[in-house]
């Protein structure tokens, strides 16, 4: 990648769980490629210490399923080029073991809250396009559960095959002032996972680990960077005609 590739100066972004895992390196990318990026996260720490780390960026509180969170934010904008749905939570069970509660707070997160911080943020974005021909960019991160039937994954399933038909949707609706897409990783080592290691397999962790590792046709997890880097050519000028588009990013595992 040459360093004119991919650029992404005079741009302002806004991550989402911007503080860990993937919404950290995307913050991180982002930056790097030349954007202001507001990392947004309920970890306000988490997310000043980040900011302090980049050339551009700045800490954002956001709660994603609170509207009340989420207008407090979107005020403090005063412009918005790039969205970033990042946050989201994971869940084990079949549709016999999962409470709705349980079910309803999957949807709250992963569903509701793209909703939510969307609609909220949607008027910066179309203006985004009004004086260049680069339009306003969304990038959803939804996941391979949002493509394929998983076992013990049902509720975690459901909600990102709402996120890939909202991407679909909004790419539709907005064809010409608005650019969405969506980027379905597989496993990638990220806080996400190893908290889903602590709470379901906290006596065997290594080797569920391993176990993890060895489903991936490439014989590892991915990496929060490799996920951040398609990230930052959706929303660069270079994917100008790409819209309403799926990138997994799995390391073969849906092909397998």
């Given at each position: 990648?040459?360093?004119?590739?991919?650029?992404?100066?005079?741009?302002?972004?806004?991550?989402?769980?911007g503080a860990s895992g993937i919404g950290e390196a995307t913050s991180n990318e982002l930056a790097r490629a030349g954007a202001f990026v507001w990392i947004a996260d309920i970890n306000l720490a988490a997310a000043r210490a980040l900011a302090s780390s980049l050339p551009s960026a700045e800490a954002l509180h956001l709660d994603v399923t609170s509207a009340e969170s989420i207008a407090a934010?979107?005020?403090?904008?005063?412009?918005?080029d790039i969205l970033v749905n990042n946050a989201g939570i994971g869940h084990v069970g079949?549709?016999?073991?999962?409470?709705?509660?349980?079910?309803?707070?999957l949807m709250n997160v992963n569903v509701r809250a793209v909703y939510?911080?969307?609609?909220?943020?949607?008027?910066?974005l179309l203006a985004a396009g009004e004086n260049r021909e680069a339009v306003g960019a969304i990038v959803n991160?939804?996941?391979?559960?949002?493509?394929?039937?998983?076992?013990q994954r049902f509720a975690y399933c459901t909600s990102k095959g709402a996120v890939v038909a909202m991407t679909r949707q909004l790419a539709v609706e907005y064809p010409k002032t608005l650019r969405v897409n969506a980027v379905c990783p597989g496993t990638v080592q990220t806080p996400f996972v190893e908290g889903y290691l602590e709470k379901f397999h906290k006596h065997n962790k290594d080797e569920m680990r391993a176990e993890l590792r060895a489903r991936q046709?490439?014989?590892?997890?991915?990496?929060p960077e490799e996920i951040a880097s398609m990230v930052r050519y959706l929303a660069s000028d270079e994917a100008a005609f790409v819209s309403g588009s799926l990138f997994?990013?799995?390391?073969?595992?849906?092909?397998m």
């Open positions: 990648m040459t360093s004119d590739t991919f650029r992404l100066e005079g741009r302002h972004a806004l991550v989402t769980g934010a979107a005020a403090r904008l005063d412009r918005l079949s549709i016999e073991t999962t409470e709705p509660e349980e079910f309803d707070r939510l911080v969307t609609r909220a943020l949607l008027p910066l991160i939804a996941s391979v559960s949002g493509l394929v039937g998983i076992k046709p490439v014989g590892r997890l991915g990496r997994t990013i799995d390391g073969g595992w849906t092909a």
